[in-house]
């Protein structure tokens, strides 16, 4: 009780701070959130890095999408922290960058452009919802068992991803095949995926992105990356602005284009729901309802992070989970992610870095990070059919079609189909039924155009 006393007393500097924030009135002091705001910097700031690589893959441009990330989540980090007064930080997602650049540009055969014109409409529907109040109401809508089956199977995505950046998984016979190390990449991918794993493990602070620099400087040693002959200390901002909002159209046609911005808007709204919820909670900011204060206000800059994503050209940017080691250091406001915000803006300057660091070095990282994220599958009941097998096709079918989209269509269309059969279909929530009907228009594509053509 002291100690809490304590605290209120030092929070109310006099600087205004207090009052806005709410510091005396959660607990908390000026000292504590900025505190909080440097561990959860630390902790997601590997995606300054990662995000280009993964996007560069696919053709964007690597110096560009660093600096543009490192804006983007800066700026999001401080509108989160003033209009929702949340420690929850925002940067570009893990997960539906690797489908933007894996599903649409390489896959569907989009131009990063067009790619992000996607986001960019996403991002505008999702806000377009929160606007109404319907986002919360489409949430409420699918299953729990889905909305986790889709984060377990966004996080084996990236963690298949990331064995294949580093050479260790190739396509043969079978489908996918282990590959023995025999380059010097697949060694460092090996070498950085122990440094990886032992930090993490001894909780070093800023483990992921300290594993990433420094396996990337083991392959400048070994020659797996190399320091090219001209090289811009100067930020980038190349990526900002260019979006296409008609490739996707163009590309696949006007119900494949629809259905594949809506698995993006999906991916978005499970991501963000299950993300502030976590935090909400452990910041002890939940009311006796269940309730999650000022939730508008936290979705509506959610939302606002897919569009000006897609728009910087650096994909939909969303709340991280990672927030939850500056609320595990005393974080309780929106203060917290104020100064994470601030530290983004500062790291502009050390994104020329990117170009420098070599797929391998990234692709431990994604490992991990896939398995995080994969953890919860654990609270998916499989025992029951109706339950476990939509969220086993949902989990399974993402990484082996490198498509969220087919994910969760196959997962939507399962689970609909099991609940009629069981004689249950009024169970199923008619917004579901809508998105299944959809879903199966969406596999039948190829059919139904030689049907019209015919």
């Not at 607990?27 to 900025?34: A, D, K, L």
Request: proline fraction near 4%; aromatic fraction near 8%; charged fraction near 10%.
């Amino acid at each position: 009780m002291t100690d809490t006393v304590d605290r209120k007393q030092s929070s109310s500097g006099g600087s205004g701070l207090d009052g806005y924030f709410k510091l005396s009135e959660r607990g908390t002091s000026v000292g504590t959130e900025i505190r909080a705001g440097f561990t959860t910097f630390l902790v997601m700031a590997y995606i300054i890095f990662l995000n280009p690589i993964i996007l560069g893959e696919a053709g964007f441009d690597v110096p560009g999408v660093a600096a543009g990330t490192a804006l983007v989540a800066g700026l999001l980090c401080i509108l989160m922290g003033v209009v929702a007064n949340v420690p929850l930080a925002m940067a570009a997602g893990l997960g539906i960058n690797a489908a933007v650049a894996f599903g649409l540009v390489i896959g569907q055969g989009l131009t990063p452009a067009g790619a992000m014109g996607v986001i960019v409409l996403e991002g505008l529907i999702v806000t377009l919802l929160v606007v109404v109040g319907l986002r919360e109401a489409i949430m409420n809508a699918v299953p729990l068992s889905l909305k986790r089956a889709i984060g377990a199977g966004i996080g084996l995505f990236i963690l298949f991803i990331g064995f294949v950046d580093g050479g260790l998984i190739a396509p043969g016979t079978p489908v996918v095949q282990f590959v023995f190390p025999n380059t010097d990449g697949a060694w460092l991918t090996l070498i950085g995926l122990l440094i990886t794993v032992v930090l993490f493990v001894r909780k070093v602070p800023g483990a992921l992105i300290l594993s990433i620099l420094i396996t990337a400087a083991i392959g400048l040693m070994m020659g797996v990356a190399t320091i090219p002959d001209s090289f811009s200390v100067t930020p980038s901002f190349d990526t900002l602005g260019d979006f296409d909002l008609g490739n996707v159209f163009d590309q696949l046609g006007l119900v494949a284009a629809l259905l594949t911005i809506f698995s993006f808007m999906l991916t978005d709204f499970f991501d963000t729901i299950g993300t502030a919820t976590a935090i909400a909670e452990q910041a002890e900011l939940i009311d006796e309802d269940g309730n999650i204060p000022n939730v508008g206000k936290l979705l509506f800059v959610d939302s606002l992070g897919a569009a000006a994503g897609g728009a910087a050209g650096v994909s939909s940017n969303t709340s991280y989970i990672e927030s939850a080691a500056g609320v595990a250091e005393g974080g309780r406001t929106g203060l917290t992610s104020v100064v994470v915000g601030g530290l983004f803006l500062i790291a502009i300057f050390l994104s020329p870095i990117a170009g420098l660091i070599p797929t391998q070095a990234a692709a431990p990282v994604l490992i991990l990070v896939g398995f995080l994220m994969s953890r919860l599958i654990k609270g998916i009941d499989f025992e029951d059919i109706e339950e476990g097998f939509p969220a086993l096709l949902t989990i399974v079918l993402m990484p082996l079609t490198f498509s969220i989209t087919v994910g969760i269509g196959a997962g939507f269309v399962m689970y609909t189909l099991i609940k009629i059969v069981k004689g249950k279909a009024a169970d199923v929530h008619p917004l579901m039924w809508v998105v299944a009907i959809a879903f199966l228009v969406y596999f039948a594509q190829a059919v139904i155009g030689q049907a019209i053509a015919a």
